[in-house]
């Protein structure tokens, strides 16, 4: 029993944080790099496609569950492209956005090269205030507070890569337009989202002909909240 309220009140403690900014945790992003960085777009030589499924706390009812498709490929010289399509639920709010991607080369070496990258995506919402229970169906913040709305987000990024080696530096929400105000704090009248910022790096030693290990790190800071990694 105890375990159970533990977990219920961790769900509600997450939505409640979800509720300024929803940004889904994907465990593989060494494999998803393109989710959180739009200048990995065309790091690879053919078309790469990964999907991804999430499920946190199974057993509990409303829990975190994301589902997460990728897909990207050189377009034309020094040129990628690519798209990310995802569903997050939490508690009952929905995240459901589509992605574009697109990224320049500029070889540095003859092994080795630097990208930039810019996405511009949106997001539809659903804060989930309709179906969630509540006791008074005249409360001040169901009546004034938007149930579904649309987001708007552009970011930038930039991915460096050479032979056994990769580093990239992203702004996935650096700017964002939400014109139902679905994330403004009623009070001070201000948006709740905050920009983030995230950096990726990994490497490859090879140990034999057979065995090699992939160490690979990820930083994520958002403007306000502690870092982590």
């Not at 989710?35 to 078309?47: E, K, L, Q, R, W």
């Not at 690519?82 to 589509?98: A, E, K, L, P």
């Not at 105000?181 to 057979?210: A, C, H, P, V, W």
């Amino acid at each position: 029993m105890k375990k159970n309220i533990i977990a219920i009140l961790g769900l509600v403690l997450l939505s409640n944080s979800l509720s300024a900014q929803i940004y889904p945790t994907i465990g593989q992003f060494q494999s998803t790099q393109l989710f959180y960085n739009p200048a990995a777009a065309g790091v690879s030589t053919s078309v790469r496609a990964n999907v991804l499924y999430r499920s946190q706390w199974s057993k509990f009812p409303k829990a975190p569950e994301t589902y997460l498709a990728t897909i990207d490929a050189p377009l034309a010289r020094n040129m990628g492209g690519g798209v990310v399509i995802y569903r997050h639920t939490v508690g009952n709010v929905t995240d459901m956005s589509i992605n574009l991607n697109a990224s320049y080369r500029i070889k540095t070496s003859e092994n080795s090269y630097f990208q930039f990258g810019l996405k511009a995506g949106v997001s539809m919402i659903d804060n989930g205030l309709t179906s969630a229970f509540h006791w008074d169906d005249n409360d001040s913040y169901l009546l004034n507070s938007a149930k579904r709305g649309t987001i708007i987000r552009i970011g930038p990024g930039g991915f460096y890569k050479r032979k056994n080696f990769y580093a990239g530096l992203s702004s996935p929400d650096a700017i964002f337009i939400d014109p139902q105000k679905m994330y403004t704090d009623q009070t001070t009248k201000k948006t709740t989202l905050k920009r983030n910022f995230i950096f990726m790096t990994g490497t490859k030693k090879n140990l034999s002909e057979f065995i090699a290990i992939q160490p690979n790190l990820m930083v994520k800071y958002y403007v306000g909240r502690p870092m982590s990694a």
